[in-house]
């Protein structure tokens, strides 16, 4: 590994300046807001109904056009949207036509007025990219089920020849207690499916019409408007230069655009400056969720979910210290101040339900995440408490009533936010340097010795309070004055006292944080 990194940053590596001052807010669009200015073709699901797997409950983009200014009070200046091309299922991963906004979403107009409003507010967009995988309606696809061997699209796919040339087809909706509907592969469907899912078949991506195609298509949306792409199981597409050549022809078209991979370990093979530009930071999440559990920690919650199950553990304040200096050591600094830092997505139970529904885990875990290099995200409702385990629990409607939100939360995450917002310190400029660890306490340091900026930030997830000393030689003699927000938890008791040879003695209560800068 170190022979890589030394290889990787031996290279000129290029990440768009934006996404260093972000705040993202990801949105499962169908799930957000309704603004009841889209017709429905038929009856959809009771917004406050539970979610299933497959209801739609009419969630568009007018909707969320409308919450803008919600959303920029919060704090948010970037917004990561689920996929919003056409497609027969809720979550939009089995896309059907990549150049129209689905109906259902408010089609193109809505995509048009999205992106203006956005762009108004000096805000960005970037959008869900699926590009192993389409669905069943996808034209190329369905064009093979109509006309079998004489489809002129057959190499799009791989499927199987020998089937079709002797009159027989695909099974393309096998029944679902079937034994190709769990685990299909080209013997028993005809082609080749995503996992097995007959409803996901598996482009050919040595085919240069489908990486054309792929290239058009990422070219088109970022003319359109949007500002990058998060990529959907990027290494699921292992066509030797592919990526590369995605990333010269999105850079082409806009030099800023970010390209987010997918990917769930860590990679800095892949964030060497010719593929992605950053990665989604799950194993951040996963180490957040460790340690600002603390006893909290729902395991049985955790091990539902397949990542979780095999990374999610307690971790006292030592252990935790040494997962952010791995971490935040493993790329490039051009790279580390790109990387998606989220506490969960719509891929994971929520960061609440897996601390046991202990909402202090979660203010303990905004805290870091708000004083880290990297972008943070906020999944949607996250802010206000919404709970929920696995797809469909993590992905229910948010509440349009402000009196189900937990209104001290959201306070909490604003304020964090906004203390972010106002220091490029906290944000890509400032250096990290873990200054302590005992207990369940960590403290670090962010400095940036150009401007003489420096903070300390401290967490103690234990159930006991505790008293940590720590040198802090980038605050020289000056004194460190404790910063709150008027929402900021009284019960979060915590001091710093100068201990003389730039040391200090930080204190601070069970399940509180701290955060001073020098004075």
């Known amino acids: 590994m170190a022979a890589d990194s030394a290889t990787i940053r031996a290279v000129s590596i290029e990440t768009p300046a934006w996404v260093r001052d972000a705040v993202f807010y990801q949105v499962f669009p169908d799930r957000f807001a309704r603004s009841g200015r889209v017709p429905a073709p038929g009856p959809l699901q009771a917004w406050d ?20 200014d919600e959303l920029a009070d919060l704090g948010i200046t970037a917004l990561y949207l689920n996929p919003i091309f056409t497609s027969a299922s809720n979550h939009r991963y089995h896309a059907d036509d990549y150049l129209a906004v689905d109906p259902l979403l408010g089609g193109e107009h809505a995509w048009r007025g999205l992106v203006e409003s956005v762009h108004r507010r000096g805000m960005r967009v970037i959008i869900d990219g699926v590009f192993n995988h389409t669905g069943r309606g996808f034209l190329p696809f369905h064009h093979i089920l109509e006309t079998g061997a004489e489809s002129p699209y057959l190499d799009w796919y791989h499927v199987d020849r020998a089937r079709l040339a002797s009159g027989g087809v695909l099974d393309a909706y096998p029944p679902p207690w079937s034994e190709a509907a769990h685990g299909g592969d080209i013997g028993r469907l005809g082609y080749v499916a995503w996992w097995g899912l007959p409803a996901l078949p598996k482009l050919n991506h040595a085919n240069p019409l489908v990486r054309e195609y792929i290239m058009g298509i990422a070219e088109y949306w970022l003319r359109a408007g949007a500002d990058g792409w998060r990529l959907d199981v990027p290494e699921e597409i292992r066509e030797p230069g592919f990526w590369q050549a995605f990333r010269q022809r999105v850079k082409a078209v806009n030099r800023d655009a970010y390209i987010l991979a997918e990917i769930w370990d860590p990679r800095p093979e892949r964030l060497g400056g010719d593929e992605f530009d950053a990665v989604m930071d799950y194993p951040l999440a996963e180490a957040l969720l460790g340690f600002c559990g603390g006893s909290h920690l729902d395991m049985g919650v955790a091990r539902s979910h397949n990542e979780y199950a095999a990374h999610v553990r307690p971790l006292d304040g030592a252990a935790f210290a040494a997962e952010l200096e791995r971490l935040l050591g493993m790329y490039d600094p051009a790279v580390t101040a790109v990387q998606f830092n989220l506490l969960g997505s719509h891929d994971t139970p929520r960061f609440v339900t897996v601390c046991g529904g202990d909402r202090e885990s979660l203010r303990l875990g905004t805290l870091i995440q708000m004083t880290l290099p990297g972008a943070p995200s906020i999944y949607y409702g996250d802010e206000i408490g919404m709970e929920g385990g696995l797809d469909p629990a993590n992905r229910a409607a948010f509440p349009p009533d402000r009196s189900a939100w937990d209104l001290d939360l959201r306070g909490f995450i604003a304020g964090a936010i906004a203390l972010r917002h106002s220091s490029a310190t906290l944000r890509d400029r400032g250096s990290f340097r873990v200054a302590g660890a005992a207990g369940g306490c960590v403290a670090y340091v962010r400095h940036d010795p150009a401007a003489s900026k420096s903070w300390v930030v401290a967490v103690n997830a234990g159930d006991e309070g505790l008293t940590l000393d720590v040198t802090l030689p980038e605050s020289g003699e000056r004194d460190l004055e404790v910063v709150r927000w008027p929402s900021w938890p009284g019960r979060w008791e915590g001091s710093v ?7 200090a003695r930080l204190t601070l209560g069970p399940r509180s944080g701290l955060i001073a800068r020098a004075r």
Do not use: F, N
């Not at 797997?53 to 056009?65: A, C, I, R, S, V």
């Not at 006292?497 to 040391?503: F, S, W």
């Open 49 to 68: 109904a539970p979610p299933t797997q497959d209801g739609l409950k009419g969630g568009d983009l007018p909707g969320l056009t409308d919450r803008l």
């Open 497 to 503: 006292e100068a201990t003389g040879g730039g040391g």
